[in-house]
Each structure stands twice: as C-alpha cells, then as structure tokens.
T-cell receptor, first 113, second 117 residues
Framework: KQEVTQIPAALSVPEGENLVLNCSFT??????LQWFRQDPGKGLTSLLL?????REQTSGRLNASLDKSSGRSTLYIAASQPGDSATYLC????????????FGKGTKLTVNP | DARVTQTPRHKVTEMGQEVTMRCQPI?????VFWYRQTMMQGLELLAY????????DSGMPKDRFSAEMPDATLATLKIQPSEPRDSAVYFC???????????????FGPGTRLLVL
C-alpha cells in the first residue's frame, strides 16, 4: 500500500528565504507525483506535476524534483513571499492503470514579512 | 473561469440524518473524484467516476455512503445515516482523465464542510 509522508509538518521562515519541502513515498511504481497548494478554507490548486519519466518541473519560483529510486520528491521555493503562506501537499498517482492519488498530510508554510 | 462548484459549502446536522452533497464538475471533464479530508487522516479518496460510470469506491464505507452521477453535470455523495465520525471536509475534483487520453491534473472544488452532532 502506497504511503506518502511529508516532513516537516509545519515550517516558518522569514520573507526572501529559499526553502525546500520534502515528500517521500514507499512504492516507487508511481505514474506521476504532484504538488498542490491549499489555502485555509479552500480547495487544492495544482502547482506542478512530474511524470515518472521526468526528473523535475519548474514554474516561476517553484521547482519540483523527483527521484523514484529513492522514493523522494522536493519542492523548492525561491525568494519566498508572505503570499506563499499555505499548506503544500504532495500526491503520488498510483501506477498500474489506476488514477488514484495518495496524498501526504501536507506541510504548513508560514512566510513572515 | 471554469471551476468545480460544490453545494452546500457548510452543513451542520444531527446524527442519523441524511446528508447529500452535490458537485458540478468543469464542463467537458470526464472524470470526477470524491475526497474526504480530516486532520487525522488527511485527504482520502472515497470514489471516482469516468464518463459517469463508477470505477472505484473502495475508499467509501458501503453501508452508509453512496455516490452517483445522474448526469454529466452533477455528482452526488450521500451519507445515510450520518454519524459524528463523518465530520470532515468533502472535496470533489474533476479532470480529463489520464486513461481517457487527457491530462492528469485534477481540479478541486472548494469543499463541503460537514459537522455531524
């Protein structure tokens, strides 16, 4: 059974700092790995999707990497801003013909002005 | 700006009552997912549909939960009878479905926050 873990559960940083959020998964047979953002009281917004054949994806100040062999993904946020404060969740899409996403519990990020 | 809509946004009910949550997926999306989010368990997949047909509902308690898609513009999740442990935020998401040849990203609705007393 696929399990996804995110460490740390919460992170507080000063504005402008570069930071890394970590995600690990137990079964390397994934179809893709996705990162989502969730604001309080809101749904999830997809940030980046990395196919299993890819190593990384970039969007603006965000860069996500994937290492299937070690069961890890990281989300790098450059020059953090207060508007980046949210909970970030990673999700692994189970392979083998299923489209199920298994989510980690998220990292709550606070960027202080 | 196309988005997934869910109603109601908030629901408070008493144990034993029936609860129905509704979702309108983005027009043209052929895959619909129902998730439940709690502090303890995080986000869990309850069920999903492709082209209105249920593909997997293994995450759903069968004795009290049911999910349907009466038509392509409406998905429903029903709990009968409701219990306090059902208190959670229920999200609907839609997408084009990878296995149907489309993109993989799922678009989430704002959720229904359910409290069962």
């Amino acid at each position: 059974k696929q399990e996804v873990t995110q460490i740390p559960a919460a992170l507080s940083v000063p504005e402008g700092e570069n930071l890394v959020l970590n995600c690990s998964f137990t079964d390397s047979a994934i179809y893709n790995l996705q990162w989502f953002r969730q604001d309080p009281g809101k749904g999830l917004t997809s940030l980046l999707l990395i196919q299993s054949s890819q190593r990384e994806q970039t969007s603006g100040r965000l860069n996500a990497s994937l290492d299937k062999s070690s069961g890890r993904s990281t989300l790098y946020i450059a020059a953090s801003q207060p508007g980046d404060s949210a909970t970030y969740l990673c999700a692994a899409e189970i392979g083998g013909g299923s489209e199920k996403l298994v989510f980690g519990k998220g990292t709550k990020l606070t960027v202080n002005p | 700006d196309a988005r997934v809509t869910q109603t109601p946004r908030h629901k408070v009910t008493e144990m034993g009552q029936e609860v129905t949550m509704r979702c309108q997926p983005i027009l043209g999306h052929n895959t619909v997912f129902w998730y439940r989010q709690t502090m303890m368990q995080g986000l869990e997949l309850l069920a999903y549909f492709r082209n209105r047909a249920p593909l997997d509902d293994s995450g759903m308690p069968k004795d009290r939960f049911s999910a349907e898609m009466p038509d392509a513009t409406l998905a429903t999740l029903k709990i009968q009878p409701s219990e306090p442990r059902d208190s959670a935020v229920y999200f609907c998401a839609s997408g084009f479905g990878r296995l149907a040849g489309g993109g993989e990203t799922q678009y989430f609705g704002p959720g229904t926050r359910l409290l069962v007393l």
